[in-house]
T-cell receptor, first 114, second 117 residues
Framework: AQSVTQLGSHVSVSEGALVLLRCNYS??????LFWYVQYPNQGLQLLLK??????LVKGINGFEAEFKKSETSFHLTKPSAHMSDAAEYFC????????????FGQGTTLQVKP | EAGVTQFPSHSVIEKGQTVTLRCDPI?????LYWYRRVMGKEIKFLLH????????ESGMPNNRFLAERTGGTYSTLKVQPAELEDSGVYFC???????????????FGPGTRLTVL
């Protein structure tokens, strides 16, 4: 069965510091991987996704993630945190049948301190 | 273009009552998904419509949950009778229907927060 693990339910960084949110997945087939962000009182918004091709994926708002098959990881990074990045972040893998069903990790709340 | 909308945004009901949640997907999106997040847990898939047909309802918790998608447009999710453990946030998402659609972006609504007392 496929699964996603996000290390750390809460991450706190200072404004301007590196953001690193960890995601590990389990999948018996080549995965499609996603990062979503949820701002307060809003729906989930896609940050970026990996399907095939280049393993370093760039997304919106300066975020990027690298697919590492050998480590079964898809960590999300941003070089310099902004106060507006404070939100909850979700890593997800698409169901192996490629129907679009998403399997989510537990979510990581990012706090950005001034 | 309007995004995915959900109604109501909040619902507080007593155990044993019935609640109906509504989702309006983005116009032209054939795929519609329901997910649920129980407090402290991960977001979990409930079911998937392609147009008006249920493609996958493997995530529906039990037969107290009934989902419909009339005419392939909006969808409703009815919980009858509601139990305490049904409390959580119910998300709806939609995407276009294309071959290999597993990679298509799903657009999420803001969710309905259901509290069962």
């Amino acid at each position: 069965a496929q699964s996603v693990t996000q290390l750390g339910s809460h991450v706190s960084v200072s404004e301007g510091a590196l953001v690193l949110l960890r995601c590990n997945y389990s999948s018996s087939v080549p995965p499609y991987l996603f990062w979503y962000v949820q701002y307060p009182n809003q729906g989930l918004q896609l940050l970026l996704k990996y399907t095939t091709g280049a393993t370093l994926v760039k997304g919106i708002n300066g975020f990027e993630a690298e697919f590492k098959k050998s480590e079964t990881s898809f960590h999300l990074t941003k070089p310099s945190a902004h106060m507006s990045d404070a939100a909850e972040y979700f890593c997800a893998v698409s169901d192996w049948r490629n129907t679009g069903k998403l399997i989510f990790g537990q979510g990581t709340t990012l706090q950005v301190k001034p | 273009e309007a995004g995915v909308t959900q109604f109501p945004s909040h619902s507080v009901i007593e155990k044993g009552q019935t609640v109906t949640l509504r989702c309006d997907p983005i116009s032209g999106h054939d795929n519609l998904y329901w997910y649920r997040r129980v407090m402290g847990k991960e977001i979990k898939f409930l079911l998937h419509f392609v147009k008006e047909s249920k493609q996958d309802e493997s995530g529906m918790p039990n037969n107290r949950f009934l989902a419909e998608r009339t005419g392939g447009t909006y969808s409703t999710l009815k919980v009858q009778p509601a139990e305490l453990e049904d409390s959580g946030v119910y998300f709806c998402a939609s995407s276009q229907d294309r071959p290999g659609g597993g990679t298509d972006t799903q657009y999420f609504g803001p969710g309905t927060r259901l509290t069962v007392l």
